[in-house]
């Protein structure tokens, strides 16, 4: 299956561990004189390279660091464009191709009181992209991903309060319901450009009738 416009093939998907480890490395080497947003804007730009090179688990650090600096900058999406740059935003193609790829069996999932440690081929995601990826794989037709999402989502109003992240999530199932929408309810443009249109024919002018006499009063 072809990836959307923009989003390119993947290669391979890095397990968190590894994009960390990485991430940290290059935002360790930039220059400590360079304006925070600067550092922001070469660090953002390495990430993009990998991912625009098919590594997908660069795509999960962009996706979140887009969030981030949109909650940082209450929701200015102007703002954020300008600190990472043009045409580097992490839209919602590049989020549902992603998600589309993650393996949901390798998701790191911690319960309540689990001291134990992620595995170094997991993907270590915030709630709201576990959601995201739980939604997709839904969508797609994978019970086990209906099933955790239908519990996922009865959760959702006594966390909203306090995870400032939940407000990304919804805007991405708005936009799936939205682009689902237009697939299903859009008519045929094939149909429609086939279609032979018959002019509707005009009545020819109207002949004058002779006028009856006024009765004179």
């Not at 991430?23 to 400590?32: C, E, F, G, T, Y």
């Not at 999406?77 to 045409?87: F, K, N």
């Amino acid at each position: 299956m072809a990836a959307p416009s923009g989003v390119p093939e993947m290669k391979e998907f890095s397990p968190s561990m590894r994009t960390d480890v990485i991430i940290a490395d290059w935002r360790a080497s930039l220059p400590p004189e360079l304006p925070d947003e600067e550092k922001e804007r070469r660090l953002y730009g390495q990430a993009w390279e990998a991912y625009a090179d098919g590594d997908f688990g660069f795509g999960l650090w962009l996706w979140h660091e887009c969030d981030r600096l949109t909650n940082n900058l209450n929701g200015n999406i102007r703002e954020v464009t300008r600190i990472l740059g043009p045409g580097r935003y992490f839209g919602f193609s590049h989020r549902k191709a992603v998600a589309t790829a993650i393996p949901l069996e390798r998701i790191y999932r911690p319960r309540k009181g689990d001291m134990s440690t992620p595995r170094t081929d997991a993907f270590v995601l915030p709630h709201y992209q576990v959601l995201c990826v739980y939604l997709v794989k839904a969508d797609g037709g994978d019970p086990k991903a209906k099933a955790l999402l239908e519990i996922a989502l009865g959760e959702l109003e006594d966390l909203r309060r306090t995870d400032a992240f939940l407000k990304h999530f919804e805007t991405f199932r708005d936009l799936m319901n939205r682009t689902k929408g237009i697939a299903t309810d859009a008519p045929p443009v094939a149909a429609a450009a086939t279609t032979p249109t018959t002019p509707t024919a005009r009545p020819g002018p109207i002949a004058n009738k002779p006028r009856k006499p006024r009765a004179k009063k």
